[in-house]
């Protein structure tokens, strides 16, 4: 009697143990399921999600190294090469980060300055000194004022120091001392061959034709055309997972338009044929940028915008990628909008709109718009026209800055001349 006790009870020890070995194996798939942004027939519910963690945002650049006998010019560069972080962008950041006490200055102060030796960056885009910064590499330590925004900047060796000035492209210029020794600006000016740019402001009768800062190749750049393929033709679910949606959600339909709606409460994505989406968060936010505080920095804002941007296109996108156009800020919204660039040309479209905007209620991310995109390199090269004959078109339009660009039209993407 006692034996056939002890069996009952290592019958049922046995089964047991079995039925925690299971729970434990069901428990940890779901967590793996989870950690893997995959999903089951439910959405997973928590806490909200940040920005997964893509590539560095970075800024198209055009640079001018200026020696005693000539320039050395910089047309397709990123914030991200290699060759333009060390030593460029190192130094730009040396310069943000020790200048004090701007002091108001002249366009004409700016221009002056320029056609003597330095080392000239120009952004494209008016972004606040932090985001610059941020964008060049520099961590928390470096915190240049908010309140300051620059598109051109130029250092330049004065009295065994540098200055730095900042030009916002429109009325606002200023200048500041730094710690950059004039030594080692001479020493980066060294590096360059220069002869092969110059800028409408060195004569021949450009600087009455043109902007004076069109930087101008003496050898216009060869530039690849691509074709427009379909970035969301393998299917969406991986898109909608990435935004914290279910994608057998029942309430996924398409309307007569084309559209694809997918609500999840009162969140809502739509897809539309053009390949553009438009996420509104509703009142409990999925996504949120890194920050330390309630209200994100300009420079949190704008790298983590980026980040979840680029997150976005890294599945179907190659070598395109987001840069940062503008910030805005009013209380506690911040609204960002981006463009493209391909390898540091910036992309324009023919409507002139933008490839991303997101507005950030606090951390939240609340609302998304892209066009996501897809280039195939194409055989043939974009052609661009002989230098003397894009310079006598753009003396159509006196006063304008000529530079180079792509754009897309009908189904292709091409470089050319621009005229702004």
């Given at each position: 009697?006692?034996?056939?006790?002890?069996?009952?009870?290592?019958?049922?020890?046995?089964?047991?143990?079995?039925?925690?070995?299971?729970?434990?194996?069901?428990?940890?798939?779901?967590?793996?399921?989870?950690?893997?942004?995959?999903?089951?027939?439910?959405?997973?519910?928590?806490?909200?999600?940040?920005?997964?963690?893509?590539?560095?945002?970075?800024?198209?650049?055009?640079?001018?190294?200026?020696?005693?006998?000539?320039?050395?010019?910089?047309?397709?560069?990123?914030?991200g090469d290699p060759?333009?972080?060390?030593?460029?962008?190192?130094?730009?950041?040396?310069?943000?980060?020790?200048?004090?006490?701007?002091?108001?200055?002249?366009?004409?102060?700016?221009?002056?300055?320029?056609?003597?030796?330095?080392?000239?960056?120009?952004?494209?885009?008016?972004?606040?000194?932090?985001?610059?910064?941020?964008?060049?590499?520099?961590?928390?330590?470096?915190?240049?004022?908010?309140?300051?925004?620059?598109?051109?900047?130029?250092?330049?060796?004065?009295?065994?120091?540098?200055?730095?000035?900042?030009?916002?492209?429109?009325?606002?210029?200023?200048?500041?001392?730094?710690?950059?020794?004039?030594?080692?600006?001479?020493?980066?000016?060294?590096?360059?061959?220069?002869?092969?740019?110059?800028?409408?402001?060195?004569?021949?009768?450009?600087?009455?034709?043109?902007?004076?800062?069109?930087?101008?190749?003496?050898?216009?750049?060869?530039?690849?055309?691509?074709?427009?393929?379909?970035?969301?033709?393998?299917?969406?679910?991986?898109?909608?997972?990435?935004?914290?949606?279910?994608?057998?959600?029942?309430?996924?339909?398409?309307?007569?338009?084309?559209?694809?709606?997918?609500?999840?409460?009162?969140?809502?994505?739509?897809?539309?044929?053009?390949?553009?989406?438009?996420?509104?968060?509703?009142?409990?936010?999925?996504?949120?940028?890194?920050?330390?505080?309630?209200?994100p920095t300009a420079?949190?804002?704008?790298?983590?915008?980026?980040?979840?941007?680029?997150?976005?296109?890294?599945?179907?996108s190659g070598e395109?990628?987001?840069?940062?156009?503008?910030?805005?800020?009013?209380?506690?919204?911040?609204?960002?909008?981006?463009?493209?660039?391909?390898?540091?040309?910036?992309?324009?479209?023919?409507?002139?709109?933008?490839?991303?905007?997101?507005?950030?209620?606090?951390?939240?991310?609340?609302?998304?718009?892209?066009?996501?995109?897809?280039?195939?390199?194409?055989?043939?090269?974009?052609?661009?026209?002989?230098?003397?004959?894009?310079?006598?078109?753009?003396?159509?339009?006196?006063?304008?800055?000529?530079?180079?660009?792509?754009?897309?039209?009908?189904?292709?993407?091409?470089?050319?001349?621009?005229?702004?």
């Open positions: 009697m006692g034996e056939q006790r002890q069996d009952r009870r290592n019958l049922v020890q046995n089964i047991l143990i079995t039925l925690l070995a299971l729970s434990a194996a069901v428990l940890f798939t779901q967590t793996q399921l989870y950690n893997l942004n995959l999903t089951t027939s439910e959405a997973p519910s928590g806490p909200a999600q940040s920005a997964a963690p893509a590539a560095e945002l970075a800024a198209p650049v055009r640079t001018a190294v200026t020696g005693d006998y000539g320039r050395c010019g910089g047309l397709t560069c990123t914030t060759v333009f972080a060390d030593p460029l962008g190192r130094r730009l950041l040396e310069a943000l980060g020790s200048a004090r006490d701007y002091a108001p200055c002249s366009r004409g102060d700016f221009l002056r300055a320029l056609r003597g030796p330095s080392l000239y960056y120009d952004f494209l885009e008016p972004l606040p000194l932090s985001v610059l910064a941020g964008l060049l590499g520099g961590g928390e330590d470096v915190s240049p004022r908010e309140d300051l925004s620059a598109r051109r900047l130029l250092i330049v060796p004065q009295e065994g120091g540098a200055v730095l000035y900042l030009w916002d492209g429109g009325e606002n210029c200023f200048r500041a001392s730094t710690a950059v020794s004039s030594d080692s600006l001479e020493q980066v000016i060294s590096r360059y061959e220069l002869g092969d740019a110059s800028f409408a402001m060195d004569g021949g009768g450009l600087e009455r034709e043109l902007d004076p800062c069109s930087l101008l190749p003496a050898q216009p750049p060869e530039l690849p055309s691509f074709t427009l393929g379909d970035p969301l033709a393998g299917g969406t679910d991986w898109l909608l997972s990435a935004l914290g949606f279910n994608p057998r959600s029942r309430t996924r339909h398409t309307e007569s338009s084309g559209t694809e709606l997918i609500i999840d409460g009162d969140r809502t994505l739509r897809i539309r044929p053009d390949n553009t989406i438009h996420y509104q968060s509703g009142n409990e936010p999925i996504l949120r940028v890194k920050a330390a505080g309630d209200l420079r949190e804002a704008a790298l983590g915008a980026g980040s979840l941007l680029s997150s976005l296109l890294a599945p179907v395109l990628q987001p840069w940062l156009q503008s910030l805005r800020r009013s209380g506690d919204v911040t609204a960002l909008r981006f463009g493209y660039q391909l390898k540091g040309v910036p992309v324009r479209f023919q409507d002139g709109g933008f490839a991303a905007e997101i507005t950030l209620t606090g951390s939240a991310v609340t609302a998304l718009s892209l066009r996501f995109r897809q280039y195939n390199a194409a055989e043939e090269p974009s052609l661009l026209l002989p230098l003397p004959q894009a310079l006598a078109v753009a003396a159509a339009s006196p006063g304008k800055e000529l530079s180079i660009g792509y754009v897309e039209r009908g189904g292709e993407c091409r470089a050319y001349w621009l005229s702004d």
